[in-house]
């Protein structure tokens, strides 16, 4: 059995550091926070998804997301257009999707307005679970998940990253 190689690189963004890492062909998560501190749980996940995971600092294979993601920033740019690819649970999998394919930018939906989407109405709290592990931040748009009463709830980053992105945005809650 050989070994994957799993490149990475940080950056500075103004919701803190980010993490993105590359298969070599696709991005595979993008994370708050630096490898220093995020490693002991990325090699469980890398563990999972993946043959003997070895994470290599590489920025190279990482800039074309920097770029997009500084554009964003920088209200250049309102899509993300880089290859990437979803390692989680089937279920996790098409809550992502549907985030990416049903919320476009400066707009929200509810919990419950992903699950009536993802034809399973009644998967509320799950589909809570499956936005909280998102492993694109900012990218797959789970920011832009919002409670039923139209107020910001729970975001693994933090609520002061989703009120900033929200606000970024300028999407206007309740």
């Not at 600092?57 to 500084?70: G, I, T």
């Amino acid at each position: 059995m050989g070994e994957t190689k799993l490149y990475y690189d940080e950056m500075v963004s103004p919701v803190g550091s980010l993490l993105i890492i590359s298969d070599g062909q696709r991005i595979v998560r993008i994370d708050y926070g630096l490898m220093a501190d995020l490693e002991t749980q990325l090699q469980k996940w890398g563990d999972r998804y993946f043959d003997h995971p070895v994470f290599v600092q590489d920025a190279k294979k990482v800039n074309h997301v920097k770029e997009q993601l500084q554009a964003y920033f920088q209200r250049k740019s309102q899509e993300f257009s880089f290859n990437f690819a979803f390692h989680g649970t089937p279920f996790q999998q098409k809550v992502w999707q549907a985030l990416c394919d049903t919320i476009p930018y400066g707009v929200t939906k509810t919990y419950k307005d992903i699950a009536v989407t993802i034809g399973n109405p009644k998967a509320v709290r799950a589909v809570g679970g499956a936005v909280n592990k998102n492993p694109f931040s900012i990218v797959v748009p789970c920011h832009r998940v919002i409670g039923t009463n139209g107020k910001m709830v729970g975001y693994n980053g933090g609520l002061d990253k989703k009120e900033y992105l929200l606000q970024h945005e300028q999407v206007l809650l309740v």
